[in-house]
């Protein structure tokens, strides 16, 4: 597995936006009148923001020798048609339709989650800085089937204040679905600034935007069941304590629950936090066990099958991505206003956290008898303790009360 990093957490963004002088913009279309003075524009105006690009965006080299370089780059934002391709993304197209921007909308999750908004007629606007945690390709493939949709991706970082507050001058979102973030648990030992930079500073920066935005948007995110770290009464329940994450990805989501609090307390931002169950599903993230296992499987590499203290057994309650989708829906479509304006609380908002689970924890041995079935190999297992680097034994949620308040009933039981 590839585990290149993305150092934007060293790197202080300055996006390379562009813009028109407006009132020369305005100014020269009064005196259009043939296309062909406006052919011969666009031309210049073309040479021009390619002059710019180059100037001002190292990405811009076609051939970067160092792949951490990468990091360098810098994203182009602004000036009138990207405003156009914002706001028409943005546009609703249903009666009682909400506009939502959407974090890590090329990830696994935020794909599937603008889809669906989309096809109801509610404005989508995607914001991702396509990092290359994970094969960047994925996150291309996603975004081209988005477009398809009518979904524009914007390219950049949460962390990116003045990017935001720009989104936010343009759209009046009524809602953010921020699904933002650096996941996963081992990689944390590898990268841990990583995970400060998505999951601490782009979070507060995003609302810090939110809360200064007129109207306030009211606010969906993901949190995560490892917040239930070494928690050992199951099935979990959002009462149960978090307060003993394993891995330092726990420790920034149940970080982002306590910030999530204080926007609450202090500006009255609606704010709702989802806490996934192992996600799977088409689309999926190549880092989990159910796409590497696979790709194990095939090669004919041993598969280590963990087992917990005790010779217990460890296990996944994996959710279908459709079942998690229609969750995000339910808990955006039950979200009530922010009440806060002009970065001022006026009233009491609402502050939820919900598991998101399918209730039917599977041993992992389990997944790899039924990834030997459909791939008709057998698997060489192994049987290993469960190393202490960030994974937990157990995972069972309890959801009930996202059952009986946005409505969520999982439908997808098995993998087959
Ligand atoms: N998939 C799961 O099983 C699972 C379980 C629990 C929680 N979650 C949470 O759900 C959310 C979505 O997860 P996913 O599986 O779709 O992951 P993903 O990695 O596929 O999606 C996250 C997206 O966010 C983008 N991103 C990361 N940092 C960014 C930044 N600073 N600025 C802009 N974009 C940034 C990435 O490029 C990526 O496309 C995450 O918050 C994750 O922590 C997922
Ligand atoms: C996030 O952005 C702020 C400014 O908006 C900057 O000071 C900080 O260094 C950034 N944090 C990270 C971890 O990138
Ligand atoms: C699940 O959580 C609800 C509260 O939301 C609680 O009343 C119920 O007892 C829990 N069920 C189990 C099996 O723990």
């Not at 970067?64 to 000036?79: A, E, I, K, V």
């Not at 081209?144 to 935001?164: K, P």
């Not at 001058?169 to 930079?197: I, K, W």
């Not at 149960?240 to 307390?265: C, F, V």
Request: hydrophobic share 40%; glycine share 8%; net charge positive.
């Amino acid at each position: 597995m590839s585990k290149k990093m993305s150092h934007l957490d060293s790197i202080p963004s300055t996006p390379g936006k562009f813009k028109m002088e407006k009132s020369a913009y305005v100014h020269n279309r009064l005196r259009w009148h043939s296309s062909l003075a406006k052919l011969t524009f666009w031309s210049f105006m073309f040479m021009g923001m390619i002059l710019i690009f180059f100037f001002r965006s190292p990405s811009s080299n076609p051939l970067p020798q160092d792949p951490s370089r990468r990091s360098l780059r810098t994203y182009n934002w602004g000036g009138p048609a990207w405003e156009k391709r914002v706001r028409s993304s943005a546009r609703i197209r249903s009666r009682n339709g909400i506009s939502v921007l959407v974090t890590g909308a090329a990830g696994f999750v935020g794909t599937h989650v603008s889809a669906a908004l989309k096809r109801r007629g509610d404005g989508v606007l995607g914001l991702d800085n396509f990092n290359d945690y994970y094969d960047p390709s994925l996150k291309r493939a996603r975004q081209a089937f988005l477009e398809r949709s009518g979904v524009f991706i914007v390219e950049g970082d949460i962390n990116d204040s003045a990017l935001l507050r720009k989104l936010f001058e343009v759209v009046a979102f009524t809602h953010v679905m921020h699904l933002a973030a650096q996941a996963g648990v081992r990689y944390a030992m590898e990268n841990p600034g990583s995970y400060v930079h998505s999951n601490i500073a782009g979070f507060v920066s995003l609302l810090e935007i939110c809360k200064s935005a007129n109207p306030q948007p009211a606010i969906v995110w993901a949190s995560s069941s490892s917040v239930y770290g070494l928690n050992t009464k199951v099935p979990f329940s959002e009462k149960d304590r978090t307060d003993q994450p394993a891995s330092l990805y726990a420790a920034t989501k149940k970080a982002g629950e306590e910030i999530a609090h204080t926007y609450n307390h202090i500006y009255g931002l609606s704010l709702t936090g989802l806490r996934f169950f192992t996600v799977y599903g088409p689309w999926g993230r190549p880092d989990m066990a159910y796409f590497f296992f696979t790709r194990d499987i095939l090669k004919g590499k041993s598969i280590p099958i963990f087992e917990a203290a005790n010779h217990g057994t460890v296990a996944r309650d994996f959710t279908y991505i459709d079942d998690i989708v229609k969750g995000c829906l339910g808990a955006l479509d039950t979200a009530e206003k922010s009440t806060g304006s002009g970065g001022k609380k006026k009233g009491p908002a609402q502050l939820r956290v919900y598991n998101l689970g399918n209730t039917w924890p599977v041993p992992v041995s389990d997944l790899v008898s039924i990834l030997e079935r459909l791939l008709k190999v057998n698997a060489k297992r192994k049987l290993m303790k469960l190393p202490r680097n960030g994974d937990v034994p157990f995972t069972h949620a309890n959801i009930s009360l996202a059952q009986r308040e946005l409505g969520y009933k999982p439908t997808i039981c098995r993998v087959v």
